[in-house]
């Protein structure tokens, strides 16, 4: 089993930055890429920034230039670090993993619970 727990959520003024925090925890071990989505209310969720193992990184268009997406693996913690922070960026945004599963040993995914950022004047 993984548990993913975000943290770093909040409000903020447009151009502000913040951090969002995903900790791993369970068979931490097996993890191998990690995803930041998004959910705004009415829309289906999209894919932000993915990060594999190794560091290599892709962004959606609407983030690329403002977001950093990162990963400590000696802490089992993934980052998403958002600057210049619009409007439209508010959302539940949720921190997701493939690792592989306890009985069957092959790769699955487990999500995080969601935090929630706005960003309004």
């Known amino acids: 089993q993984v548990q993913l727990v975000e943290s770093g959520g909040g409000l903020v003024q447009p151009g502000g930055s913040l951090r969002l925090s995903c900790a791993a925890s369970?068979?931490?071990?097996?993890?191998?890429?990690m995803y930041w989505y998004r959910q705004a209310p009415g829309k289906g969720r999209e894919l932000v920034a993915h990060?594999?193992?190794?560091?290599?990184?892709n962004y959606a268009d609407s983030a690329k230039g403002r977001f950093i997406i990162s990963r400590d693996n000696t802490k089992n913690t993934m980052y998403l670090q958002m600057n210049s922070l619009k409007p439209e960026d508010t959302a539940v945004y949720y921190c997701s993993a493939t690792h592989r599963d306890t009985w069957t040993s092959k790769f699955t995914d487990s999500w995080g619970q969601g935090t929630q950022v706005t960003v309004s004047s």
């Open positions: 369970g068979s931490i071990f097996s993890i191998n890429r």
């Open positions: 990060i594999t193992p190794g560091g290599s990184t």
